[in-house]
């Protein structure tokens, strides 16, 4: 158990609608990173937060948001979805100090299915 | 901007054989490399990482990979394998802090 928690683990939707994703970080840590993982893109960085702040952007439309609340979980917002849009969802953690560690740790994901 | 292949997409090996999974990078700095592993149905685990000290590092449940700055490699590799270790292995590069690229993966088998 990696210590961060994902909901809902899966989630069948209808094109055009609108998701939400949540993630709950391990305690102490302050950054918050969201991953997609499809077949045919592999695992895409979407978006990092950092005590609440956006610190990187990846390949993130946008059609999707994140943000980070005061006690430190996140959610991923996914709008007007999309065939393509159908994936697994990653939510990770990190403990942030003055050199870059890069140990990542990863909730178990969000399994999206848009029919 | 830095870039990882991983030169295999599925490697089979029978149980207790050696485990070769290859890695190459291309990066314009001094890179920290990982490997991450992914089993069934579950979030990805780092096995191990290499930040600019010695270059064989070694990881989790008997994995070690090698940095060969020369050949842009960071291949991983176990002696022996396990059923439990049949999952899928991803090559990760970063330059910069916060800027990891994940390789596409590679699948790995073991046979009995």
């Known amino acids: 158990d990696s210590g961060v928690t994902q909901t809902p683990k899966h989630l069948i939707t209808a094109t055009g609608q609108r998701v939400t994703l949540r993630c709950s970080p391990r305690?102490?840590?302050?950054?918050v990173y969201w991953y997609q993982q499809s077949l045919d893109q592999g695992l895409q960085f979407l978006i990092q937060y950092y005590n609440g702040e956006e610190r990187a952007k990846g390949n993130i439309l946008e059609r999707f948001s994140a943000q980070q609340f005061p006690d430190l979980h996140s959610e991923l917002n996914l709008s007007s979805l999309e065939l393509g849009d159908s994936a697994l969802y990653f939510c990770?953690?990190?403990?942030?100090?003055?050199?870059?560690?890069?140990?990542?740790?990863f909730g178990e994901g969000s399994r999206l299915t848009v029919l | 901007a830095q870039s990882v292949t991983q030169l295999d997409s599925h490697v089979s090996v029978s149980e207790g054989t050696p485990v070769l999974l290859r890695c190459n990078y291309s990066?314009?700095?001094?890179?920290?490399l990982f490997w991450y592993v992914q089993h069934p149905n579950k979030g990805l685990q780092l096995l191990l990482k290499y930040t600019s000290a010695a270059t064989l590092v070694k990881g989790i449940n008997g994995f070690e990979a090698e940095f060969k700055k020369s050949e842009t490699s960071f291949h991983l590799t176990k002696p022996s394998a396990h059923m439990s270790d049949a999952a899928e292995y991803f090559c990760v590069v970063s330059e910069l802090g916060n800027d990891m690229r994940f390789g596409a993966g590679t699948r790995l088998t073991v046979k009995p």
């Open positions: 990066s314009s700095y001094s890179p920290s």
């Open positions: 990770a953690s990190s403990v942030e100090t003055s050199e870059f560690t890069g140990e990542l740790f």
């Open positions: 305690s102490g840590d302050l950054s």
